[in-house]
């Protein structure tokens, strides 16, 4: 991961990872979580994707928290996206077996 | 010594750690812990250090975690496909609910009624409004008998709701009759539930709820003063009332035909110990624990604010702690809630219930008819149409057809929108396979069907409630985990 240290100027927080660690699908899932204390804005650029992290009104949380559990939600993130990637055809199968000889599979 | 000559030790089994995941998802249980499942709701509970390891194989895992994670279905060898099957035939009883559609149907006999609960969700009418304008006609019940006829299921619930629903006690005969020849002649199979504040029964209504098998189902909020003051009545009778029907129930009927679910208020928070007490006084066995919900009237009087999910937690902690220690000490009591939900989790079973469905319940396993003869998707989709949000009217059985009111796009629109299974945050939750979509509920507080669950406080009682279980099941002692074992319905 790229750390440029988190700027907290006016509960706002800038958060860089490098994408070949992250996908923004991964970064998109990870904000997702912390869309009730802050908005966000991504823009990804040759190796780096950025965060930039702005905290809502009467926010419980800090733009400083937000960017700490943020990256601990990345790691879960890109957990589940090995599992997505490992259980493809296992998923593919286990609902090929629930829907055999059934009217809905011919 | 016998059977250790006869049974080799387990040093001699050894387990296979060259294993493949299924698919499974994860969620934080506390600081330390997650919980995992895998499609079909298996679960367990690792450190975090475990789950890093179990996907990305970074450190060996012991072989008793090896041992359950391929006994619970998490992994598996890579090459046997009876996992991959047994899985495929759990999925396949968890969703068999969709064959029965639509299994529960809901009959608003009249909007009239003797109360005038603080928190009623409807348009209630008074004892003295003309009953020609507020109650189910006989012609219009006969549409909506021809209506629930004509859904698939096998198995048909009629539920009679109100405003107090036994002050059109001659429509709830006429459907019962009628559908009793309907079901003779069609090899249905049919159940009744009267839900009932029960101040209008009386000997004629027992005999006919006993020779058919009717069900009752009640509200008791709690000791004298707190239902009453919940559910005020002319001449502040309510409880007396309530106790003396409950009684009157069963002794005539018997036990298992009645059973009363409370409603939390702001001010039944506190009395957790109360309500329950008084559900043991009257020889309950069973008791729901509901929060306020956010629908109808409820939110226009402004009852919604007065406490959050956060505090309706709490209150759902210390009752569930406090029914737990009336079991051991002997006194059987479930709590319904946690009961639907620990089927979920140790079961293959679903029992249908409809908010916690996904697909949705609501018009799926549930439809609701007003006395006017409008079709609701839900009770909740009728109670927000009386503050003029109308979304979720599917039709009215006077005007449409069954294939024009299941038809309805907006509601099939919304189904399609709200699957869990596709929705954020939902996709990844470890608990979706006990959870549900609420669209009526989301449409309600964030006006979206799908909701951001972040936000939702659908998602946050569930999750605590899960959370909460999981963990009981996970860190009590055995006799409290034997308990809630016996809660799940095999
Ligand atoms: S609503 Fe909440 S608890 Fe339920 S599946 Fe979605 S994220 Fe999980």
Known sequence: MIEIPSIDLNNKALLVVSNTTYT??????????????????????????????????????????????????????SLRQ???DQT??????????????????? | MALMKRFKSSDNFPVNSEYKLLPIRFTELDNERVVITNMVGEHIVVSQDSLNSLITRSKPLDDSLLAELYSKHIIYDGVSQLPLKLSGLKYRTKIARLKNFTALHMVVTTLRCDYTCHYCQVSRQNLSSDNSQFDMTVETADKVLNLIFKSPAKALKIEFQGGESLLNFDVIKHIVLNAEIRAETEGRNMQYVIATNLSPLNDEILEFCKLYRIYISTSLDGPFKLHNR???????????????????????????????????????????????????????HAIF?????????????????????????????????????????????????????????????????VDLQSPAGAMISGIIYNYDGDVYASDEARMQAEIGHTEF??????????????????????????????????????????????????????????????????????????????????????????????????
């Open chain 1, 24 to 77: 923004m699908q991964n970064v998109e899932s990870a904000s997702y979580r912390f869309t009730g204390f802050a908005s966000f804005n991504f823009l990804e650029k040759d190796t780096e994707i950025k965060i930039e992290i702005e905290c809502l009104p009467n926010s419980d949380l800090t733009a400083n928290d937000i960017y700490h559990l943020l990256k601990n939600q990345l790691l879960s993130e």
């Open chain 1, 82 to 84: 090995k599992i997505a």
């Open chain 1, 88 to 106: 493809e055809t296992e998923r593919n199968l286990i609902l090929a077996y629930a829907f055999s000889n059934t009217a809905l599979v011919k």
């Open chain 2, 230 to 284: 919940n559910r005020p009545r002319p001449g502040n009778n309510g409880h007396q009332l309530t106790v003396a029907a409950i009684d009157k129930v069963k002794s005539h009927i018997g036990i298992d035909h009645i059973s009363a679910l409370m409603t939390t208020s702001g001010r039944s928070l506190d009395f957790s110990k109360e309500i329950i007490d008084e559900y043991i006084k009257n020889g309950l």
């Open chain 2, 289 to 353: 624990l509901r929060p306020l919900s956010p629908y109808g009237f409820a939110v226009t009087k402004g009852h919604i604010n007065r406490y959050d999910t956060e505090k309706w937690l709490d209150f759902f902690k210390e009752s569930l702690s406090y029914i737990i220690e009336v079991n051991k000490q002997g006194y059987p009591l479930i709590e319904q809630y946690s009961s639907l939900i620990l089927t979920k989790i140790l079961t293959a079973r679903d029992l249908g219930y």
């Open chain 2, 393 to 490: 009217r599917l039709g009215n059985v006077n005007e449409n057809t069954y294939e024009e009111i299941i038809g309805n796009e907006f509601m099939l629109d919304s189904i399609e929108k709200s699957f869990a299974i596709s929705s954020p945050q939902c996709t990844d939750c470890a608990f979706l396979p006990y959870c549900g979509s609420d669209p009526v509920y989301h449409l309600a507080t964030q006006n979206d069907v799908v909701g951001n669950k972040q936000l939702s406080g659908f998602c946050k009682k569930n999750i605590g409630i899960f959370k909460l279980l999981i963990t009981l099941l996970e860190d009590s002692d055995l006799h409290t985990k034997r308990i809630l074992k016996s809660w799940a319905r095999y």
